[in-house]
DNA sequence: TTAGGGTTAG
């Protein structure tokens, strides 16, 4: 290399463009030397390929000084700046390039600056800032260029404008498979995605076009395969295609595969795929751990984390300190949960979101509230809807209702869109403390002022708040009314209330109501039967045990466990069976006098 | 120099 003839650039370009997959600055930054001592710091290919090995080694102020320093700057210059901002999650400083170089009188914008401002403004779900780039490429003529529609294809994909992405797909002169899968990628998962068939339905249309399914359809597939038949044809699909030689991509569908398998319940196939790879990346590792967590296995999790970081000297990222943290709360409670909260700090992780919504949701459900409180104030910068819900929901469980309120209020004042989960939590957190009247003020401010579709949870949290402060009656009014068909939550509510409440009526009501919509869970049976012995209707207590019979249904009893320094110990209802029985009923009962007391 | 895919939380 050092060798090289000063006329000749191709040697250091072969080496710049590995440069951009080490992305290391070190090195970079030696290549610019050698660059300058060869007298190619003028050369525009040399200096694109600089710029992108700045920005790839997450140095874009390196890359703007370089170009600042360019005496004629082409649009190819113009578009690599602004790429390299992209890919380093900078916004703003995109568009203000892209100003100067509309100014400047050496380039022009072209099809290759519209689709990454397109790309941009997608990921940073600015459909208005999408829609003004696709305005710009109409009134430019650059529409027709495949690429471009395809990067705009997925802005309108990402900013919840799948009509318009559907409406370009359709009107396209000629369709890529990138432009299937781009759609694909929506269709099958998302707030509006197809179901099953139609997602088949579409790959079918696809393939008359004449086009064959890549590694990008198989992995947008697999994400989706919740059935464990499909996911095995898609394995076929990738062996039998050799689409996992390749290394970077067959990492990737290893991983999906591995997913697949683990949603499907069959672990010991996942950990196949897993064993069989050369190469695993921190994707692989937690896709895995993750794996063991949703089976059952927190314990494997925690310990593939370890030879993850021990045995591999993998470093985790924000997800996999995720994925441990659900795995050891189970295991270790509030100790592995502070842990892992150190374990963030010192990556500097700490100000991830999602790592913050799992802290906050941990430590309120591990009973240290003000911990909780700490994180959502002072680490969670950027809160979205389920920092604000896991906040209000921990509230609400450690009695604060009015706090609850409060935060719900900001909430919607910092103009954070409520989600369903943050209404469950208002409400339950003002059912909880008494406030009916906040909490049917937060109700109909969602459902009347942010036009909100109210799920069955949400109607359950409203029998609830009306029926536990003594309004059954109103409670199951709001039944009636209901839009959506009462699912059992909505009754079991009722049956609460009216067993608080004590009404024969209205709980008499919620058992038959239940036993229609679950006929096959004894419970609803046995309680109706329990009640109608209660008042001696012993006609009516046959009727129900014969239809069980008839049924042939049977009520397991109840059973709750505790474990004890690693000792479990259960019990069924009235069990007096445990050794230390007396003093256990001693303190219940002294509990119990507790819970009553004004 | 431009587009599309993987692990995660309430």
Redesign the pocket.
């Known amino acids: 290399m050092l060798s090289t003839k000063p006329s000749s650039y191709l040697a250091p370009l072969h080496l710049l463009?590995l440069l951009t997959k080490t992305q290391s600055l070190k090195l970079t930054q030696q290549t610019h030397a050698r660059v300058c001592h060869l007298g190619l710091h003028q050369n525009p290919?040399i200096l694109?390929?600089l710029i992108?090995a700045y920005s790839r080694s997450k140095n874009p102020l390196q890359s703007q000084i370089l170009f600042n320093s360019i005496e004629l700057k082409d649009?190819?210059l113009?578009?690599?700046l602004i790429?390299g901002y992209?890919k380093n999650n900078l916004p703003h400083e995109c568009f203000d390039i892209f100003n100067t170089m509309c100014q400047s009188v050496d380039s022009f914008p072209?099809?290759?600056?519209f689709?990454?401002l397109?790309?941009l403004s997608?990921?940073i779900g600015d459909l208005l800032a999408g829609k003004w780039v696709h305005g710009k490429c109409v009134k430019l003529g650059f529409v027709t260029?495949?690429?471009?529609a395809?990067?705009l294809m997925?802005m309108y994909g990402k900013c919840d404008g799948m009509q318009d992405a559907r409406k370009l797909f359709d009107e396209m002169p000629q369709r890529?498979?990138?432009?299937w899968?781009?759609m694909l990628?929506r269709y099958v998962?998302g707030e509006n995605c197809f179901p099953d068939s139609q997602v088949w339905e579409f790959v079918k249309c696809m393939l008359t076009e004449g086009l064959k399914p890549?590694?990008?359809?198989?992995?947008?597939l697999?994400?989706r395969s919740g059935r464990f038949d499909h996911g095995r044809e898609l394995h076929c699909y990738i062996i039998r295609n050799e689409?996992n030689l390749d290394v970077?991509?067959g990492?990737?569908?290893?991983?999906?595969l591995i997913?697949m398998y683990?949603r499907n319940n069959k672990l010991s196939l996942a950990r196949l795929v897993f064993d069989q790879m050369r190469f695993k990346?921190?994707?692989?590792w937690?896709?895995m751990m993750?794996?063991y967590?949703?089976n059952g296995d927190p314990q494997e999790t925690v310990h593939l984390f370890c030879k993850m970081r021990r045995m591999s000297r993998v470093e985790p990222?924000?997800?996999?300190l995720?994925?441990l943290l659900?795995a050891s709360s189970l295991i270790a409670g509030l100790l592995g949960v502070e842990q892992i909260h150190g374990l963030s700090v010192k990556n500097g992780f700490v100000n991830h979101?999602?790592?913050c919504?799992?802290l906050i949701?941990m430590y309120s459900k591990n009973g240290l509230l003000t911990s909780a409180r700490k994180v959502f104030d002072h680490d969670c910068r950027s809160k979205?809807?389920?920092?604000?819900?896991?906040m209000i929901?921990g509230c609400g469980l450690h009695g604060k209702g009015q706090e609850a309120v409060g935060l719900y209020d900001k909430m919607l004042t910092s103009g954070i869109k409520?989600?369903?989960?943050?209404v469950v939590?208002v409400l339950s957190a003002c059912s909880k403390s008494g406030l009916v009247e906040k909490g049917l003020d937060a109700y109909n401010k969602a459902i009347k002022v942010s036009g909100f579709e109210p799920t069955v949870e949400i109607c359950s949290c409203v029998v609830d708040l009306l029926g536990r402060s003594g309004q059954v009656n109103e409670a199951l009014t709001f039944i009636k009314a209901m839009r959506l068909e009462p699912g059992p939550s909505v009754w079991g509510a009722l049956v609460s209330a009216s067993v608080v409440h004590t009404n024969y009526e209205t709980r008499v009501l919620a058992y038959k109501s239940l036993i229609e919509i679950e006929p096959e869970n004894p419970s609803n049976y046995v309680s109706l039967s329990n009640l109608y012995a209660s008042s001696r209707k012993w006609d009516f207590v046959a009727d129900v045990r014969r239809t069980m019979k008839e049924r042939n249904l049977r009520k397991s009893p109840g059973c709750s466990w505790v474990t004890v320094n690693s000792k479990t110990h259960s019990f069924l209802v009235a069990d007096k069976a445990h050794p230390a029985a007396d003093k256990i009923y001693e303190i219940l009962n002294e509990l119990t006098l507790v819970m009553k007391r004004p």
């Open positions: 463009q290919i694109t390929n992108n649009a190819c113009y578009n690599t790429n992209v072209d099809e290759f600056t689709s990454t397109a790309k997608g990921e260029d495949t690429v471009l395809n990067s997925s890529t498979v990138s432009s899968n781009i990628s998962n890549n590694e990008f359809t198989l992995s947008n697999l994400t689409m970077d991509s990492v990737h569908l290893d991983c999906c997913d683990s990346n921190v994707y692989v937690t896709a993750s794996g967590l949703h990222n924000e997800v996999s995720l994925t659900s979101t999602s790592l919504n799992s949701d979205d809807a389920v920092s604000w819900g896991c929901s409520p989600d369903a989960i943050s939590g």
